[in-house]
């Protein structure tokens, strides 16, 4: 089977979606399958397994982070594309990549899926504040509702996404596939690599986040919660992976609590090494996010068995288990900080959950949720009068 899909982010942009991208598109390679992927062009080198065809891209006055894809670039090399003969178009993103995957697909004749990522409904006013909250509420209903009618299937990654489409009106067949984890390159790491290199002693407790430095993520009410759990354990430190528009915010918060020797921002981190030596060297993972569709790093902690405190909300819900790897906490400082204390203290309660987290995200690899994508693919392909390849085909 060939796919061609198009996003508007990718790496070497950070975030949940690129790296699912990526771990669909290596897996569906390794099963056989041929990936194209249509992204911005960041005007940096990234090496990457996939074949990609970046786009010469405008940057996005809002987010100095993300680029815009010039739309008439790629429908230029329209011949170019139709002599690849896809199968079907899968678009990862709802804004240039989306509009032109409509373009595409009906130029090329082709079936086109899309993935809804992001819960934009609790999104947009960490953006637009300016703006009463109800009216972006409605704004990105609509908006969701609109686009998710113009494809024909939607994939989501948790069950209340799809629940929200549903109420907003979408139509369109929608199937539920989580992103999973590829299990092998979620191994190793070397906790004690990390603390030395950042001048960490080996013996100090530390909990940690990784994860954009965004107020969709909720951080300043982690921050409050840490805060409380500092008080009570002074030698606590806490680690934020991650960079993103609220950095410097989280930065000035902690510089006025008074808490520069136990909150440490580290920046992005190298997935395929720097990130999992971060995850080794944590005794504790914390996140609280209410925006999550799914929320990947809590499995990505778990596979490297760093255990869990964490909210559960929206997305996280289908993702956590309480005891499985997580002490489900409520977003309150007092629990949550409770809960991170509870686990700090007791080193067997801690290792118990560790070995938990390790068995339960089995249940998640990569290779799981593909066989997911395939029959979503399967189905579509099956109604469409021009699909050309079987699931079974190869690459080739």
């Known amino acids: 089977m060939r796919i061609l899909m198009l996003s508007d982010v990718y790496f070497p942009r950070v975030n949940g979606v690129s790296t699912s991208i990526q771990s669909f598109a290596r897996e569906l390679q390794r099963q056989g399958h041929s990936v194209t992927l249509i992204a911005p062009d960041y005007g940096a080198d990234h090496s990457d397994e996939l074949e990609l065809l970046r786009v010469p891209s405008r940057k996005v006055i809002v987010d100095p982070e993300d680029r815009m894809l010039k739309m008439d670039w790629v429908l230029q090399r329209v011949d170019l594309l139709a002599k690849c003969e896809y199968d079907l178009i899968h678009v990862q993103t709802p804004f240039v990549a989306h509009y032109l995957g409509l373009k595409l697909a009906r130029q090329l004749g082709l079936p086109l899926a899309e993935t809804y990522h992001t819960y934009f409904e609790e999104y947009l006013y960490n953006y637009i504040s300016y703006l009463p909250r109800s009216w972006l509420r409605f704004a990105a209903r609509r908006f969701s509702t609109a686009q998710c009618n113009s494809v024909d299937h939607v994939v989501v990654p948790s069950a209340p996404i799809e629940q929200a489409l549903r109420r907003y009106g979408v139509k369109t067949p929608i199937t539920i596939v989580p992103t999973g984890l590829e299990l092998d390159r979620f191994s190793g790491g070397d906790g004690a690599r990390f603390r030395d290199a950042h001048g960490i002693d080996r013996d100090r407790p530390l909990a940690l986040y990784v994860g954009r430095m965004a107020h969709e993520k909720n951080i300043a009410f982690l921050l409050r919660a840490m805060k409380q759990a500092i008080r009570a354990m002074p030698e606590l430190l806490f680690v934020m992976a991650g960079e993103g528009p609220a950095e ?28 999992l030596d971060c995850y080794r060297a944590a005794d504790l993972f914390v996140f609280a996010s209410r925006t999550e569709t799914q929320g990947l790093v809590l499995l990505e902690a778990m596979a490297l068995g760093t255990p869990v405190v964490s909210t559960a909300v929206l997305g996280t819900k289908t993702v956590l288990c309480d005891g499985r790897g997580v002490l489900i906490a409520k977003e309150n400082e007092d629990d949550f900080s409770a809960k991170v204390l509870q686990l700090m203290r007791d080193d067997t309660a801690r290792q118990t959950l560790s070995q938990a987290a390790l068995d339960y995200v089995q249940d998640w690899s990569i290779g799981r949720m593909v066989e997911r994508k395939l029959e979503v693919y399967a189905r579509l392909l099956a109604t469409q009068p021009n699909g050309r390849a079987a699931i079974g085909d190869s690459a080739g």
Do not use: I, K, M, P
Not at 260 to 267: L, T
């Open 248 to 275: 410097h915010w989280a930065w000035q918060w902690v510089e006025r609590e008074g808490l520069s020797d136990n909150v440490v921002f580290v920046g992005y981190l190298d997935r395929a090494t720097q990130l």
